[in-house]
């Protein structure tokens, strides 16, 4: 089979970093009283923190979480719509699961997160094994919903809010490796790209109280942990006020707030939006050791038509000048990637050439590369012609994703010879005897482990790299 098109989400990731994204949950919670769930993530960071919260909803009502399907007497699936592929992918293992609900006929089956909230009601309709439907914002009641089937019903709710945080909540870190965690800062997204099913899957965008947020690095950190992430559709609109107007928080102070509660513990953030991200934002990064010189910064094209039609509100020049701006500030270290789009509604040849120099120059550290996907009900579905066939699309992508490795390469080659601090995460896929965890600008370092541990800093000498991963040395 063609690799590309098999390959919907594809990046240059190793296979440790890919694995941090796997869908499985690994980590139980076994009071031995409850019964089971058993919860599978799709799509985005945002999906996969979801699910600690969901998890925690349900902690509280006696569920204990199980990595074994065959165990669980709640099977829940949350959800991604973000691409045709996506979706398919959630369909084909509801297949799988119906046959573990053959085995075991009380098992309820629930489909979370943004393929609920796209459709719906139908779900139940075209999905005979569904149980419940329950959109991103109305996991605080999934106690009733499950009462309801319980009671022999099919429930859902997939209303919006716009108030929603779950800032209250606190999560069941079931993606964690003790060591990082994610916090979820704010949700929904008003931005509006025209490719894009998000806004109207998450709906409005709102942002957590900022006391919540910092409350909640500080646990982590009293647990032990070394690094969060504070995600977000586009992290830099972050804004919020107490209610009684005495504290606004943006951004850059919500970092410098997170940065404070822990010196030792680093602080990672995604997603950046180009037209949003400041120099305010560059200089707070800038002045805490702590914040990862590292910033995901999707530009989708590298041509400025086929940026209006996306309606991303930045064009070609305004996204160099924030690169410029990163390198001015950050210098040349800072680590950028990119998600790219490749023959989106009437792309031309030379505009698809514009993404490649816009790669040339900006020489990325890694890209997430998709070609484009229809979405129904989408600005772009609406109003523009997906036109470019198929095999062009996939061609695009192709040499997107060979200006990548190209790219990827050529900033790892200027790690070596030099020494990181890197965070260890774990083993390595490969071998017992060799540790795994990432430097600041978010790149896999594999070194042996000699007398060091999950958790440690380890300052490494890098000798030598590949498209995905440095290799080095610790020094003691
Ligand atoms: N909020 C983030 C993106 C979230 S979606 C941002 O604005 O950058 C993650 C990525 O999926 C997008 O950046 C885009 O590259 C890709 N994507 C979104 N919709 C898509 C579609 N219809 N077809 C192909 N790729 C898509
Ligand atoms: Fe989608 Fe654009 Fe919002 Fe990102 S910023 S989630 S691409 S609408
Ligand atoms: Fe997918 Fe929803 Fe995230 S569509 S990418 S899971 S916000």
């Known amino acids: 089979m063609d690799p590309i098109v098999d390959l919907d989400f594809i990046d240059n990731r190793t296979p ?10 690994t980590a139980e919670t076994n009071t031995g009283k409850g019964r089971k769930l058993y919860i599978e993530s799709y799509g985005c960071q945002m999906n996969f923190s979801d699910s600690e919260i969901v998890s925690s909803i349900m902690f509280e009502q006696g569920f204990d ?34 046959y573990y609900k053959k085995k075991k006929p009380a098992m309820m089956v629930g489909v979370l997160g943004c393929m609920a909230e796209r459709l719906k009601k139908s779900l139940l309709e075209e999905e005979k094994i569904v149980d419940l439907v329950v959109g991103p914002d109305a996991y605080r009641d999934l106690p009733n919903l499950i009462s309801e089937v319980d009671g022999g019903q099919k429930a859902v709710n997939v209303l919006l809010s716009r108030e929603e945080t779950y800032a209250d909540i606190n999560p069941i870190r079931l993606n964690s490796n003790g060591v990082s965690a994610y916090i979820s ?75 404070l509660v822990d010196t030792n513990m680093r602080v990672r953030f995604s997603t950046s939006h180009p037209k949003d991200i400041t120099d305010e934002v560059l200089y707070t990064i800038k002045k805490h050791d702590n914040i990862c010189k590292y910033i995901h ?11 209006e039609i996306m309606n991303r509100t930045y064009d070609r020049a305004w996204y160099l000048n924030r690169v410029d701006a990163i390198r001015r500030i950050l210098g040349n270290e800072c680590g950028i990637s990119s998600d790219m789009i490749a023959g989106f509604c009437t792309e031309t040849e030379e505009e698809h050439q514009d993404t490649l120099t816009l790669m040339d120059y900006v020489q990325y550290d890694y890209s997430y590369m998709f070609f484009y996907s229809e979405r129904p009900g989408t600005l772009a579905a609406r109003k523009l012609e997906d036109d470019i066939p198929l095999e062009v699309k996939k061609r695009r992508l192709a040499e997107i994703i060979e ?22 995460e774990g083993f390595s896929k490969k071998s017992d005897e060799q540790l795994s ?28 790299c590949s498209v995905g991963t440095l290799f080095g040395k610790a020094i003691d």
């Open 16 to 25: 440790e970093q890919a694995a941090a994204c796997d869908t499985k949950v």
């Open 403 to 424: 200006k990548q490795r190209e790219t990827s390469l050529n900033r790892n080659k200027l790690d070596v010879g030099r020494v990181h601090k890197v965070l260890v």
């Open 185 to 259: 800062i704010m949700r929904g997204c008003d931005n509006m790209c025209s490719f894009c099913v998000v806004p109207f899957t998450r709906g409005r965008e709102r942002s957590r109280d900022a006391n919540s947020i910092v409350r909640e690095a500080q646990a982590l950190s009293d647990q032990g942990y070394k690094e969060v992430t504070l995600l977000g559709q586009n992290v830099d609109s972050y804004k919020w006020a107490s209610e009684d107007g005495t504290e606004s928080v943006n951004f850059a102070q919500l970092l410098e707030k997170v940065a």
């Open 65 to 98: 979480t199980t990595a074994d399907i065959a165990q669980a007497d709640l099977v829940f699936l949350n959800t991604c719509s973000i691409r045709e592929k996506a979706e398919q992918t959630v369909r084909n293992r509801l297949g799988q699961i119906n």
């Open 297 to 307: 910064l999707p530009a989708q094209s590298g041509n400025s038509r086929v940026l």
């Open 437 to 464: 965890g990432r430097n600041d600008q978010n790149k896999v370092v594999i070194f042996d482990k000699k007398h060091y541990k999950k958790g440690d800093y380890v300052n490494v000498f890098v000798h030598d």
